[in-house]
């Protein structure tokens, strides 16, 4: 069996929840849509309850629940409930509703509706059994045995709604039995109309043969509440002495059921009031007996289990309402037999004879025992009888050949009343129709049919419509009937465009070729559309295409016959169902051909047809052209174009296309653009080397074969970009080209797109790329200086960590370097240091480099970048002895202006050694960590310091050899190394880098940083605050912009640009 039945089931549920919640209203406040998940809280299982139950509560519980631990204790506490009321829990538990488990859910709402609903327990009858035998007692003339196909035709639905009231469906046995939907329908109508019984299932589900029992029984269920009514009132009204207000307990003793048994059968139970009700067994046992034995109804259960307080109010309902229409024995003067469907006592061959017995009040337990036979001209045949309602047993005779016949009822031996009846037979099938039949009919066309009625007997001819057999019809009309003596003409109207089933009857019978079906249509809305119906043009071996559009033309096929000058051709037809007909046939013949559309016998609008057909084309006229001829990606969809001055090649079906290799064929579709234009679409799935075969007919097209090769889709995640642009701790130079390598060796077969993007208002960088080996080589030349973004695509798509960002830093220009102070000019010192400025600012990114040669061992150099203006520099130098002192001042290896600067400098002469002052503490706020100096020059040189000291010919390594005489002693030379850069990121204002040496054994020793006094000048040699160091040898400084793992760094911040939009 299919699951259509768990369906049916839980929608069946679903809705008899909603009814029980809703309880006076139309809607309930909390539906239910979903048993499986609805429930899951236990809000809506707690409110079902309670409303079950009222006026009972299941207690405390979570009205709010958020979490899983609150919605299990909720459904805890509702489980707990329905065990609490006796109902009997099988294998569920709270985390089963609330995971959702739908077959224990469904367990547990069975429970609930034979609880609540059914209000069955199964106890001595199965509430299966229970409902059948309720079933049969109200409607026993349908024999239910099941909840399922006995039910499928609707009959018995409409019997129980007539027989709780009387009179809502009399003919309920009547109804056709292939017409159960209409039926199901009509009996569910009924009970929701007149008993408010809600529709818990469909009546598609009710005609179901795989429709669920239980749906069934809990729909069946409601009819049991006012049928149970009317009992207990008739009860109360037959037996008002004895004061029934249930049919449960009240029943238990007996009593009351001798009370109802002798009011019902006088005499049959008149000691009813000596019975002691403490005896309760002892008394149903004989009153089962005996009811069973003088009125024929039996209880279905036990006396013990009949006396049960918690007996099924089912089971004695239905026991107690067998009696309402039970009889004690009968004569036959209360049967009465009758032929209902015969007029004038005239029957026909072949047509059924319909019996009725209508048996009076009291009887209706015997009317089985009724038999009943006909007796023809030469055959006598039994008649089986059934149970139309209580009071009528119907049955049917089919007369097998003209006569006379005899109906027998008899009962106990006995003819009942009205037995027995005769008839005659006529035969309607000797009636003959004389010519031909129409099948179709042109609207406001009249017909005329004639029929002869020689050898049928005395009748009447009549013509009804549809299966119902109308009297009149909405698409054809009968204007008239004339009566000819033996042939009669019937003239037909076609009004309307329909189908219409139309029936010739004689004397209400159907004569031979008859019910006919009629299309009755309109030639004059047929239209045909095609290329070739359009322009009149066709070539030969092309199929020719065209539709017949019929819709609102009626429902008859069209008739298509194609012509040419010596041949018919069949045409290939394709309805669609919507009333278009594709219809297709190929033309050998070159000339005038003719396409004729008819519509019954009348030709549409434009019929016949002219097509000329010409000679057929070439594949020579045909051209591909596009990418997807030669290359594709693997993986991706992919296309070409194919072009033909024939617009019809696809329906015409001479255009296809494969694409072919040894290892396997790729699927291609075409698109028909309808202007000549077809497009091939296909999708590689494996690398390797294919044809492309495009073929117009058998032949190839111009270049067909096209050679095409499937590779690699890009993949801009396989790039792989290094190279000096990308080293974090280089410096760029405007003007000097950068390079950058992209390497797509791993990417696929793609297309590298690269720009460039700088700062605003900047000269356009230029971008020069080169390609070997799929690696490819970019040189980026900035013009100006700042920040810069490369964007790099892979076929479109950005490779990992583009757009890549690069600093560019003005070029040195030292020109622009400026240098002034005391310590630049000749004068008299008395041992104290001589100063002096240089201001970088706007020269771009250099290095520094101050020496000085002077007398040996007479001085010492100090130079640092001011706190306040990194772009300024304070120098000193410190002479000891009077003589001549050159300085030196480069900016990345060009002499700044007036460098070299030639000062003499004059000690004074009065002044011993021991009156040189001490040197004392410097005033600069200049942090130690920022002054970094080295004792071995060798290990601090870069490659810019050994390029300058070449350049000037003396080194510090030769300071021991390279010297020259003078008055006070040797020269020697000092030195000092600054780097400053630019910050590309800002206009006017650079950032300053100043590092100092990251181990100890490294570290000049600076005054006021290791402990050494520093001294001052004084202000008559420059203004205070300039950096003096004792000692002697020379120290470098370095100003850098990047971090290293060897330095600690300082930045001074300035404004920063907007990074450009990409």
């Not at 019997?159 to 709780?164: F, M």
């Not at 019937?490 to 019978?509: F, P």
């Not at 950005?798 to 220009?813: L, M, T």
């Not at 290791?1010 to 470098?1036: E, H, Q, W, Y």
Request: with cysteine; glycine share 8%.
């Amino acid at each position: 069996m299919s699951e259509k039945w768990k369906q049916t089931q839980e929608r069946t549920f679903t809705n008899w929840c909603n009814d029980r919640l809703r309880g006076h209203l139309k809607v309930p406040k909390n539906q239910i849509t979903s048993l499986a998940t609805d429930l899951k809280d236990g809000l809506l299982l707690i409110e079902l309850l309670e409303k079950l139950a009222a006026p009972k509560t299941v207690g405390k519980y979570n009205k709010t629940p958020k979490i899983k631990a609150q919605c299990v204790e909720n459904i805890a506490t509702a489980l707990r409930f329905v065990s609490e009321q006796g109902i009997k829990l099988v294998n569920i538990g709270p985390e089963d509703i609330y995971e959702g488990n739908l077959k224990l859910i469904l367990g547990l709402i069975w429970s609930l509706i034979l609880k609540y609903q059914i209000k069955s327990s199964g106890r001595g009858l199965s509430t299966k059994k229970a409902m059948l035998q309720w079933i049969n007692v109200l409607i026993g003339m349908y024999r239910i045995e099941n909840f399922s196909t006995d039910w499928n035709d609707g009959r018995a639905l409409c019997g129980l709604n007539d027989r709780l009231k009387p009179g809502v469906c009399p003919n309920h046995y009547s109804l056709s039995s292939s017409d159960g939907l209409a039926n199901c329908r009509l009996g569910m109508d009924l009970a929701e109309l007149h008993f408010s019984i809600p529709k818990l299932l469909t009546p598609e589900d009710l005609t179901s043969p795989e429709v669920d029992e239980l749906s069934i029984m809990t729909y069946l269920s409601y009819f049991f509440r006012p049928w149970n009514d009317q009992v207990l009132q008739w009860i109360q009204k037959t037996i008002p002495q004895n004061n029934i207000k249930n049919l449960t307990t009240d029943w238990n003793s007996g009593v009351n059921l001798g009370a109802l048994a002798d009011a019902c059968f006088p005499g049959i139970c008149s000691d009813w009031k000596k019975m002691d009700p403490t005896n309760a067994t002892q008394n149903l046992e004989r009153l089962f007996s005996l009811i069973d034995q003088r009125i024929g109804v039996q209880c279905p259960i036990s006396a013990a289990e009949f006396a049960d307080p918690k007996v099924d109010e089912i089971i004695v309902a239905t026991y107690l309402s067998g009696f309402k229409n039970a009889k004690l024995k009968a004569s036959p003067e209360e049967f009465t037999l009758r032929l209902t469907n015969l007029k004038n006592a005239t029957a026909f061959v072949q047509k059924p004879v319909k019996i009725e017995i209508d048996v009076n009040k009291g009887a209706s337990g015997l009317a089985s025992e009724i038999k009943a036979s006909v007796h023809g001209p030469t055959v006598d045949t039994p008649i089986v009888l059934a149970a139309k309602s209580d009071s009528m047993l119907e049955g049917t005779f089919l007369p097998a050949e003209p006569g006379e016949f005899e109906i027998f009822a008899i009962y106990a031996g006995h003819h009942i009343l009205g037995s027995p009846c005769s008839f005659n037979a006529i035969d309607p099938q000797k009636c003959q129709v004389l010519g031909r039949l129409p099948s179709a009919m042109q609207v406001g066309q009249t017909y005329t049919v004639t029929i002869s009625t020689h050898e049928a007997g005395p009748g009447e001819l009549s013509v009804a419509f549809g299966e119902s057999l109308k009297e009149s019809s909405v698409y054809v009309t009968v204007k008239s009937i004339e009566d000819k003596g033996e042939t009669h003409d019937i003239e037909l109207l076609a009004e309307t465009i329909g189908d219409e089933n139309i029936s010739i009857r004689w004397d209400e019978s159907n004569i031979p070729q008859t019910p006919f079906n009629v299309k009755v249509c309109d030639a004059n809305k047929v239209q045909a559309t095609g290329h070739a119906i359009m322009t009149g043009k066709g070539r030969a071996g092309e199929a020719i295409k065209f539709t017949v559009h019929t819709s609102g033309a009626g429902s008859l096929e069209p008739t298509i016959v194609p012509r040419g000058k010596s041949a018919m051709y069949k045409p290939e037809i394709s309805p669609d169902g919507k009333g278009n007909y594709m219809v297709s046939f190929v033309p050998w013949e070159v000339g005038n051909h003719s396409i004729e559309i008819m519509l019954g016998d009348q030709h549409i609008n434009g019929s016949p047809f002219s097509i000329a057909v010409d000679p057929s084309l070439d594949a020579d006229s045909c051209s591909a052209t596009g990418e997807g001829l030669s290359l594709a990606f693997c993986g991706r969809k992919t296309t070409f174009q194919i072009n033909s001055p024939d617009p019809n090649l696809l329906q015409k079906k001479r255009l296809t296309t494969t694409i072919t290799s040894p290892k396997q064929n790729i699927p291609v579709t075409l698109a028909d653009e309808m202007n000549g234009t077809y497009i091939a679409t296909y999708t590689p799935t494996v690398l390797g080397e294919y044809l492309v075969n495009v073929k117009m007919g058998e032949k190839h097209i111009n270049g067909s074969p096209f050679p095409l090769e499937v590779v690699l889709a890009p993949n801009a995640a396989k790039c792989r970009a290094y190279g000096p642009a990308l080293d974090p701790k280089a410096v760029h130079i405007a003007g000097n080209p950068i390079d950058l390598f992209i390497d797509t060796n791993q990417a696929g077969h793609g297309e590298l797109e690269v720009n460039a993007e700088g700062p605003k208002n900047a000269s356009a960088p230029k971008l020069f790329v080169a390609q070997t080996n799929e690696v490819y080589s970019l040189k980026f030349d900035a013009p100006d200086h700042g920040t810069y973004y490369i964007n790099a695509l892979w076929s479109g798509v950005a490779i990992p960590k583009s757009p890549f960002k690069i600093a560019v830093r003005s070029a040195p220009n030292a020109s622009l370097v400026k240098a002034y102070g005391p310590g630049l000019q000749s004068g008299v010192l008395s041992g104290e240091p001589a100063e002096f400025a240089i201001n970088t600012k706007g020269a771009g990114v250099g290095k520094l480099v101050i020496r000085v040669h002077g007398v040996k061992g007479a001085f010492r150099i100090e130079c640092a970048p001011d706190e306040s203006n990194p772009r300024l520099l304070k120098a000193s130098y410190n002479p000891q002895a009077s003589g001549d002192y050159t300085i030196s001042i480069r900016w990345s290896g060009a002499h700044i202006p007036g460098s070299p600067f030639q000062v003499y400098i004059r000690i004074d002469e009065d002044q011993d050694d021991e009156d040189i002052p001490e040197p004392s503490p410097l005033r600069s706020t200049m942090h130690p960590s920022k002054i970094s100096a080295h004792e071995n020059v060798k290990k601090t040189k870069t490659a810019k310091t050994v390029k300058e000291e070449e350049e000037s010919g003396v080194t510090e390594s030769e300071t021991s050899h390279k010297s020259r005489k003078m008055s006070t002693g040797q020269t020697y030379p000092a030195s000092k190394t600054i780097e400053v850069e630019d910050d590309p990121d800002v206009d006017d204002s650079d950032d300053v880098y100043l590092h100092s040496p990251s181990s100890p054994t490294q570290a000049f020793n600076t005054s006021g940083f290791n402990g050494t006094p520093a001294f001052k000048m004084p202000s008559r040699f420059g203004s205070p605050g300039i950096f003096a160091v004792p000692g002697t040898g020379p120290a470098m400084f370095a100003v850098q912009s990047k971090t290293t793992t060897t330095s600690k760094t300082t930045r001074v911040p300035s404004a920063k640009k907007p990074k450009p939009k990409m």
